[in-house]
C-alpha cells in the first residue's frame, strides 16, 4: 500500500480556509486517497475520497493532481470545532478484505 | 450510510484478567473487519484482520494468543484482550468495508478505552 506523508502539524483561524496536502509518490492505478477526521477518543470520521481531478462535498473539496502523486485537503472557512487530527489514506477500493494504513496525520488547530 | 457499532466504550479492568471488546456492522454485511489500536498522541496502527468464518490474520508484533479475535456472523466480530496487563491499556477500534459502497468507503467504530489497573 502506499505510504503517505502530511505536515505534522497545521495552526489556523477560524474563518480561514485550510488547505492540507498529502504526499503519496507510490499510488498504484486502482488506489483511491480517502481522508479521514479524528476527535480525541473518538474513531475517525470520513470527509472525502477521490481518484482524479475534484471532489466536492459539503465540508470539503479535495484536489487531485493528474499524477495523482498528491493530493491536497480544502477546508473552507474552518471553525473551532475543526480542529481534530485529519488522516490522508492511499488503497485500493471496493476490496473489502483490505485495510487501509495510516500514517501520522496532521493535527490542525483552529482558533478564534 | 453505513455504521460500525463498538461496544463496550470503555471498560476498566484488573491485571491478569480478560476482556472482551464487540463490533457490530448494522446495516451491512461484513466478511472483514479490522482492528487498530491507538496510543496517545499516535496513530491507528492495524493490529489484525478478522474475516469471518476462518482464523484473523496478525500483523506483525501482534500476539494473537494475546488478542484473540472471532468473526463468527458476518455482522459480528470480537475481540478478547486475554489475560491484560497495564501495557495493553489503549484505545481499541474496529472498521469495516462496505463492499458496495462507491469506492469501498471504510467505516470506523467510536473506539473502546481499554484502561487496565
Known amino acids: 500500500l502506499a505510504k503517505t506523508t502530511q505536515p505534522i502539524s497545521m495552526d489556523s483561524y477560524e474563518g480561514q480556509e485550510v488547505n492540507i496536502t498529502c504526499s503519496h509518490n507510490?499510488?498504484?492505478?486502482?488506489?483511491?486517497i480517502t481522508w479521514y477526521q479524528q476527535f480525541p477518543s473518538q474513531g475517525p470520521r470520513f470527509i472525502i475520497q477521490?481518484?482524479?481531478t475534484k471532489v466536492t462535498n459539503e465540508v470539503a473539496s479535495l484536489f487531485i493532481p493528474a499524477d495523482r502523486k498528491s493530493s491536497t485537503l480544502s477546508l473552507p472557512r474552518v471553525s473551532l470545532s475543526d480542529t481534530a487530527v485529519y488522516y490522508c489514506?492511499?488503497?485500493?477500493?471496493?476490496?473489502?478484505?483490505?485495510?487501509?494504513?495510516f500514517g501520522k496525520g496532521t493535527t490542525l488547530s483552529v482558533s478564534s | 450510510g453505513a455504521v460500525v457499532s463498538q461496544h463496550p466504550s470503555w471498560v476498566i479492568c484488573k491485571s491478569g484478567t480478560s476482556v472482551k471488546i464487540e463490533c457490530r456492522s448494522l446495516?451491512?454485511?461484513?466478511?472483514?473487519m479490522f482492528w487498530y489500536r491507538q496510543f496517545p498522541k499516535q496513530s491507528l496502527m492495524l493490529m489484525a484482520t478478522?474475516?469471518?468464518?476462518?482464523?484473523?490474520?496478525?500483523e506483525q508484533g501482534v500476539e494473537k494468543d494475546k488478542f484473540l479475535i472471532n468473526h463468527a456472523s458476518l455482522t459480528l466480530s470480537t475481540l478478547t484482550v486475554t489475560s491484560a496487563h497495564p501495557e495493553d491499556s489503549s484505545f481499541y477500534i474496529c472498521?469495516?468495508?462496505?463492499?458496495?459502497?462507491?469506492?469501498?468507503?471504510?467505516?470506523f467504530g467510536e473506539g473502546s478505552r481499554l484502561t487496565v489497573l
Open positions: 472498521s469495516a468495508r462496505d463492499g458496495q459502497g462507491i469506492g469501498g468507503e471504510l467505516f
Open positions: 507510490n499510488i498504484a492505478t486502482n488506489d483511491y
Open positions: 477521490g481518484y482524479k
Open positions: 489514506l492511499v488503497g485500493p477500493a471496493n476490496q473489502a478484505g483490505t485495510a487501509l494504513i
Open positions: 446495516d451491512f454485511q461484513a466478511t472483514t
Open positions: 478478522s474475516n469471518e468464518g476462518s482464523k484473523a490474520t496478525y
